[in-house]
């Protein structure tokens, strides 16, 4: 009587698949898509917790660690709240594949720890997991019978060759990063621009621009490594990365050949700024009176960094009266220019110090007679100041014989890249795991 139920099921649902015509087939289940590596590892460390928590304690807590100054490993590990035998097998399991020993302050490293439900006792360690490269990483588990597991873990990478396009919105440079644009393109880029463009003038919203630049992106999407800005396009004025034969570093030309970094930058500020006030005449915010004043004020925040807008050598870098932190700069044809207000200068910027185009050497504050964060800028000629919006010089030299043949077919190649939408080339990937495993 128990077992007729079951009986009675399954001849009534013979008998409907004779019905319909059709032999009664089992079900089949449908086979599932592989597992990336990554997958696998990831299951298997949900798997490791699991069994690795015995009856009694909370759930994992993610602890960030780092190891101080005069800590070893063992010790940092110890922090987190566990026995010290079982921090001592944790730095025993690991120097199966590292040296422990050698580890400085400053390395981080992440850790899951349970802690007892009655709240007495000492924490248990369930996973820990330390970077050991932009694409690699060590972990050590704990397996069904507590012991703990130490893997290596390599995602697989892919190289790119990505082309970014976008309009802009608000500035040139925060838009580019919010696409995508790492920090080090977006700034190469503006710097590119500022020599063609008033970047706070020049440059509207809805104004589309391209790049075009080498990456390595993980799995699952993380970029660990940029290359150079190949292609750079806002306003019709374009930029095609190319090293002439003999020249010393890549420069940036436009679809002519000819060389697009001009002799002198438009402004000394690459972002984030804004013109508060003109060379001329006006009411002076401090004094009260209409005074002359002698440069451009560029409304920024503090710190943004100032660039050499052409070579040159630092002549000044004190303070001055009412231009608080000053910094002057010697260049060709009779040319100073000056910044006033600085919140600091950049590293090994001092008298005598050759810069060049594009380099930092200083930051933005409000030293001196100032009412809030600007950056004041002069240009000199000949000793007296004159108005830096008016400066033009000559751009650079244009490519000829097999320099040009060779810059031609460089752009070709990048017009190719443009018109296909970028290129991805994969990495080889790697998978380590079995490592000697220690007793927890």
């Given at each position: 009587?128990?077992?007729?139920?079951?009986?009675?099921?399954?001849?009534?649902?013979?008998?409907?698949?004779?019905?319909?015509?059709?032999?009664?087939?089992p079900?089949?289940?449908?086979?599932?898509?592989?597992?990336?590596?990554?997958?696998?590892?990831?299951?298997?460390?949900?798997?490791?917790a699991?069994?690795?928590?015995?009856?009694?304690?909370?759930?994992?807590?993610?602890?960030?660690?780092?190891?101080?100054?005069?800590?070893?490993?063992?010790?940092?590990?110890?922090?987190?709240?566990?026995?010290?035998?079982?921090?001592?097998?944790?730095?025993?399991?690991?120097?199966?594949?590292?040296?422990?020993?050698?580890?400085?302050?400053?390395?981080?490293?992440?850790?899951?720890i349970a802690?007892?439900?009655?709240?007495?006792?000492?924490?248990?360690?369930?996973?820990?997991?330390?970077?050991?490269?932009?694409?690699?990483?060590?972990?050590?588990?704990?397996?069904?019978?507590?012991?703990?597991?130490?893997?290596?873990?390599?995602?697989?990478?892919?190289?790119e060759?990505?082309?970014?396009?976008?309009?802009?919105?608000?500035?040139?440079?925060?838009?580019?990063?919010?696409?995508g644009a790492?920090?080090?393109?977006?700034?190469?880029?503006?710097?590119?621009?500022?020599?063609?463009?008033?970047?706070?003038?020049?440059?509207?919203?809805?104004?589309?621009?391209?790049?075009?630049?080498?990456?390595?992106?993980?799995?699952?999407?993380r970029t660990?490594?940029?290359?150079?800005?190949?292609?750079?396009?806002?306003?019709?004025?374009?930029?095609?990365?190319?090293?002439?034969?003999?020249?010393?570093?890549?420069?940036?030309?436009?679809?002519?050949?000819?060389?697009?970094?001009?002799?002198?930058?438009?402004?000394?500020?690459e972002?984030?700024?804004?013109?508060?006030?003109?060379?001329?005449?006006?009411?002076?915010p401090?004094?009260?009176?209409?005074k002359?004043?002698?440069?451009?004020?560029f409304?920024?925040?503090?710190?943004?960094?100032?660039?050499?807008?052409?070579?040159?050598?630092?002549?000044?870098?004190?303070?001055?009266g009412?231009?608080?932190?000053?910094?002057?700069?010697?260049?060709?044809?009779?040319?100073?220019?000056g910044?006033g207000?600085l919140?600091?200068?950049?590293?090994?910027?001092?008298?005598?110090?050759?810069?060049?185009?594009?380099?930092?050497?200083?930051?933005?504050g409000?030293t001196?007679a100032?009412?809030?964060?600007?950056?004041?800028?002069?240009?000199?000629?000949?000793?007296?100041?004159?108005?830096?919006?008016?400066?033009?010089?000559?751009?650079?030299?244009?490519?000829?014989g097999?320099?040009?043949?060779a810059?031609?077919?460089?752009?070709?190649?990048?017009?190719?890249?443009?018109?296909?939408?970028?290129?991805?080339r994969?990495?080889?990937?790697?998978?380590?795991?079995?490592?000697?495993?220690?007793?927890?």
């Amino acid at each position: 009587m128990r077992i007729a139920p079951h009986a009675l099921t399954a001849v009534a649902a013979i008998s409907v698949a004779l019905l319909a015509g059709r032999v009664y087939q089992p079900a089949k289940a449908e086979e599932a898509p592989p597992l990336s590596q990554i997958q696998i590892a990831a299951l298997e460390a949900q798997a490791f917790a699991a069994g690795g928590m015995p009856a009694g304690l909370t759930a994992p807590e993610a602890i960030p660690v780092q190891i101080r100054k005069g800590e070893t490993f063992e010790q940092a590990v110890a922090r987190t709240g566990i026995a010290p035998e079982e921090a001592s097998a944790v730095a025993a399991t690991l120097s199966n594949a590292m040296d422990v020993s050698s580890m400085r302050a400053g390395q981080k490293f992440e850790t899951a720890i349970a802690h007892p439900r009655g709240g007495r006792g000492d924490a248990r360690l369930i996973g820990l997991t330390m970077r050991t490269g932009p694409a690699s990483q060590l972990t050590v588990s704990r397996s069904f019978d507590g012991a703990l597991r130490l893997r290596a873990l390599e995602e697989k990478v892919t190289h790119e060759t990505v082309v970014l396009t976008g309009k802009v919105e608000g500035s040139l440079s925060r838009t580019a990063r919010r696409e995508g644009a790492p920090a080090a393109i977006a700034r190469v880029a503006g710097r590119l621009f500022s020599h063609k463009f008033d970047m706070d003038r020049d440059v509207k919203s809805d104004d589309e621009f391209t790049y075009v630049f080498d990456r390595t992106v993980t799995e699952n999407g993380r970029t660990i490594d940029s290359g150079e800005l190949m292609y750079a396009s806002l306003k019709g004025v374009t930029f095609y990365r190319f090293q002439p034969a003999g020249a010393r570093e890549a420069q940036y030309f436009d679809g002519t050949g000819k060389n697009t970094r001009s002799a002198f930058m438009r402004t000394p500020l690459e972002r984030g700024f804004r013109v508060s006030s003109s060379f001329g005449f006006r009411r002076h915010p401090i004094a009260g009176y209409r005074k002359m004043h002698q440069g451009i004020d560029f409304a920024a925040g503090m710190g943004t960094p100032v660039v050499a807008p052409a070579d040159g050598v630092v002549v000044e870098a004190r303070r001055w009266g009412g231009y608080g932190n000053w910094l002057r700069i010697r260049h060709a044809n009779g040319l100073d220019s000056g910044y006033g207000h600085l919140s600091r200068y950049a590293p090994g910027v001092r008298a005598g110090q050759r810069v060049r185009q594009g380099q930092v050497v200083a930051y933005v504050g409000s030293t001196g007679a100032s009412t809030g964060p600007h950056l004041h800028y002069e240009l000199w000629r000949g000793g007296q100041r004159i108005n830096p919006a008016g400066v033009r010089t000559t751009e650079g030299t244009v490519l000829a014989g097999a320099d040009l043949a060779a810059f031609r077919a460089e752009k070709a190649r990048i017009d190719r890249i443009i018109a296909s939408g970028g290129e991805r080339r994969s990495g080889a990937p790697t998978m380590a795991g079995g490592l000697r495993p220690a007793r927890g």
